[in-house]
């Protein structure tokens, strides 16, 4: 639990670069939120984070962490490459695909992180038409 | 049916450019897979083509086509901006997250093409090795 916490600090570190560049602030390891930056509709945090990633084959040793639960765009990347554990920061400001992550066996934690929490809030209040087109909606 | 023949000869056209650059020969609608081109593990083509289309808020009216049936990142991508319909030109070379898409309410016609099957048979008989890091074997 406490590597788990130290983990996430690392992606809210990440995120917190994300918000101050005005992008989203959520973020997996490294690599942060890039859609509104890019104009890369698949630049959610977690793909970005496989991306810098880069072409590899220890994809069964990794670990993904993210501030938000993951999307099911992003859940489907780390499913297609087999990443076996993920560690999410809060999933109260948004539900993503869970249930397909622990349906593929995939050894997922929700630490319900208050920071995490609140930096996102905060974004969603401020920018629901940005935060809105991030989820598809 | 003759509507998504010719949709799936716009893909092919397109996978047959990635082949020549020695890439992949997996392609939906304007965009190839580029993950060896560019060395990024989520350039697989579906992905690439949603990338292309950019930020947008028309996904609902959209249909997605490929010569390949699409793995589960791209299924996943395609979920995220609810686009609801996906013509797939062959699944006998690999069977993606279909069940995905149906258990969503996805319309997903499989054309089983032989153009298609023969360009991707061909490709996996060429580079087996890049064909399973494709597919995050």
Redesign the interface.
């Given at each position: 639990m406490k590597d788990d916490r130290a983990l996430l600090q690392e992606a809210l570190q990440e995120a917190k670069l994300g918000l101050r560049e005005g992008g989203l602030p959520i973020i997996v390891a490294r690599g942060h939120n890039l859609?509104v930056q890019s104009?890369?509709?698949?630049?959610h945090a977690e793909?970005v984070c496989?991306?810098n990633?880069?072409?590899?084959?220890d994809?069964h040793e990794l670990t993904m962490v993210s501030t938000l639960s993951p999307?099911?765009?992003?859940?489907?990347?780390a499913?297609?490459?087999?990443i076996p554990s993920v560690i999410v920061g809060e999933n109260r400001n948004f539900l993503g695909?869970e249930d397909?992550f622990r349906s593929r066996g995939v050894e997922l934690v929700v630490l319900d992180d208050p920071e995490c929490i609140e930096i996102m809030a905060e974004f969603v209040r401020q920018h629901p038409d940005l935060w809105n087109?991030d989820?598809?909606l």
């Open positions: 859609r104009g890369d509709p698949t630049a793909t496989i991306r990633a880069g072409r590899r084959r994809w999307c099911i765009m992003c859940t489907g990347t499913l297609l490459y087999r695909a397909l087109e989820i598809g």
